[in-house]
Structure formats: structure tokens, C-alpha cells
């Protein structure tokens, strides 16, 4: 762990008095909200100032602001996310008990929300289906109408397939501001495909949602593709994905020969488990 610097540190003495000036006068002062959570997300990026921010009670301040302003949403947002870098499963459910996954429903649900507060909520969301107890937040498998288990995920997975990559930088030219704001969802389906809820979430045919993801395996954005394939290695033993073979051959003709390996050998499931995704751009 790299030492901190005299700044850093002294960041982190503070956390205790910025959380009590966001809770006694942030609800009235939108500026003051502004500059905590960019405090916030600075002083998450050391272990030690995570456990700082946990300690002093940031996170329920941080969940009540990720419905808030682009500014301080999008900061919200990374901040949680870089707080289930350590003690994940007491974060996380810290998190959940604070209604979290709503609240990413929530920002998911809006028209408004911009592409970086959708991305920074669902790699939040990404972290919490880690657990047996954020995938059956998300799925809402505590409900007993099973029309309703899985809806709000149905829906945010139906604009997932209706999102398109963002603009490609020319060669030579800067990269472009856009983001991908739905990259991390083939990621939360990964995790959420791991309940029998999730799975027939993917098989229910009204829907048509296993061709259609799978169109994402043309995108130009290598989280989103190779999350997709690592959706597919994931439930290979359950078959969801062979009925859907042939729809792939004939939407994404370009990467069948990648995926043909995935049907004849499990070392793709060994590669991209270590993180050889790279492959996918050659």
C-alpha cells in the first residue's frame, strides 16, 4: 500500500466534521452537497479513508445522495462504489440495508440520468450482486407474484439491449467524453443468473432477451462484449445459451468463430475469469 501524502491525510481527520456539517445543513445548502461528496469520493480512494467514511457514517449520506443532482449523484455513486473495495461483505450489506439496489433502480428508471451517473450506479450494482443478498435484492425475490419478481431488472436489461457503444475516437484523435453508460450491465447479469430467479429471467421466451443480448457481443465497448461472454461461460452447464446458437450465427457473424471456442472448450471461461479479455479486439 503506497503511503499517503501529508494531504491525504489530513483529508481523512476531516471526514468526521464533514459528515456532520452534510447532515445538519446539507438538505438546505446544494453547494455544500457538491463539495462533500467530491470530499467524499476523494477520500475513498485510500483504504484508510474508506474505512474513515465507514466508520463516520458517510454511507447513508452517500445512498440519500445518489438521487440528487448530476454532480453530486455521479460522486455519490463512485464514492460507494470504491467503499466495497475493502470489507466488502459488511458494506455491502450496510448498503443493501439501506435500500441501494433502489436506489440504482431509481437512477436506472430516469430519463434523465446522465451516462456517467448510469454507469457509476451500476458498478455499484456489479459489487452488490457479489453477494447471495444483493442478487435477490435486485431480482426482488422476496416477492410472492411471480409477474413481479424481476421487473424492475427486466426493464433496465431491456435498455441495456436497446443501448448502442459510444462514438469511436478517428485514429489520432482524442478519445471521445462519451461513456458507455450501460457496460457494467452484462457484469450484474452475470452475478444475477447465479439464482434460479435471474436465470429465468433470461429464459422466459415473451421476452426474447437471450438473442438480443447477445447482439452485444458486436459492441465496440470491451467491458460490455466480454461481460456478455462471461454471462455465457457462466451458465454453460445449464444451457441457457445453446437454443440461442443460431440466432448468434446469424446476428454476429464476425465473432461465431470467437464464440464457437466457448461451444468446444472451457479455456475461455479460464481466461476471461483471469481477466484475458483483450483477445476480443484482435
Given at each position: 500500500?503506497?503511503?499517503?501524502?501529508?494531504?491525504?491525510?489530513?483529508?481523512?481527520?476531516?471526514?468526521?466534521?464533514?459528515?456532520?456539517?452534510?447532515?445538519e445543513h446539507g438538505s438546505k445548502q446544494p453547494q455544500l452537497r457538491v463539495m462533500a461528496a467530491e470530499f467524499f469520493l476523494g477520500v475513498s480512494d485510500s483504504e484508510k479513508g474508506r474505512r474513515a467514511l465507514h466508520a463516520e457514517g458517510a454511507t447513508p449520506i452517500l445512498l440519500k445522495w445518489t438521487g440528487d443532482m448530476e454532480s453530486v449523484s455521479s460522486n455519490a455513486y463512485g464514492a460507494l462504489v470504491n467503499l466495497c473495495a475493502d470489507m466488502l461483505g459488511t458494506v455491502v450489506t450496510a448498503m443493501i440495508d439501506g435500500k441501494a439496489v433502489d436506489r440504482v433502480f431509481e437512477t436506472l428508471s430516469d430519463d434523465s440520468s446522465s451516462a456517467r451517473q448510469i454507469n457509476n450506479a451500476l458498478m455499484l450494482?456489479?459489487?452488490?450482486?457479489?453477494?447471495?443478498?444483493?442478487?435477490?435484492?435486485?431480482?426482488q425475490s422476496e416477492l410472492e407474484d411471480p409477474v413481479l419478481i424481476g421487473a424492475k431488472m427486466r426493464r433496465a436489461v431491456e435498455k441495456f439491449v436497446a443501448s448502442s457503444s459510444p462514438p469511436q475516437a478517428e485514429d489520432g484523435a482524442e478519445e471521445p467524453e462519451a461513456v458507455?453508460?450501460?457496460q457494467h450491465m452484462a457484469t450484474v447479469l452475470c452475478n444475477?443468473?447465479?439464482l434460479q430467479d435471474g436465470r429465468?429471467?433470461?429464459?422466459?421466451?415473451?421476452?426474447?432477451?437471450?438473442?438480443?443480448?447477445?447482439?452485444?457481443?458486436?459492441?465496440t465497448n470491451a467491458v460490455s462484449a466480454a461481460g456478455v461472454l462471461l454471462l455465457m461461460t457462466s451458465d454453460v452447464e445449464k444451457g441457457i445459451w445453446c437454443s440461442a446458437y443460431v440466432c448468434l450465427n446469424r446476428e454476429v457473424?464476425?465473432?461465431?468463430?470467437?464464440?464457437?471456442l466457448w461451444f468446444t472448450s472451457r479455456s475461455l471461461h479460464a481466461c476471461l475469469r483471469s481477466g484475458g479479455a483483450a483477445w476480443l479486439r484482435r
Open positions: 500500500m503506497a503511503a499517503l501524502t501529508e494531504e491525504e491525510e489530513s483529508a481523512i481527520t476531516q471526514v468526521g466534521e464533514v459528515v456532520e456539517m452534510a447532515k450494482l456489479a459489487n452488490l450482486t457479489t453477494s447471495t443478498e444483493g442478487c435477490n435484492a435486485t431480482m458507455d453508460a450501460w444475477v443468473t447465479q429465468d429471467l433470461l429464459r422466459r421466451r415473451s421476452t426474447n432477451l437471450i438473442s438480443r443480448i447477445l447482439a452485444q457481443l458486436a459492441s457473424g464476425g465473432l461465431v468463430k470467437a464464440v464457437h
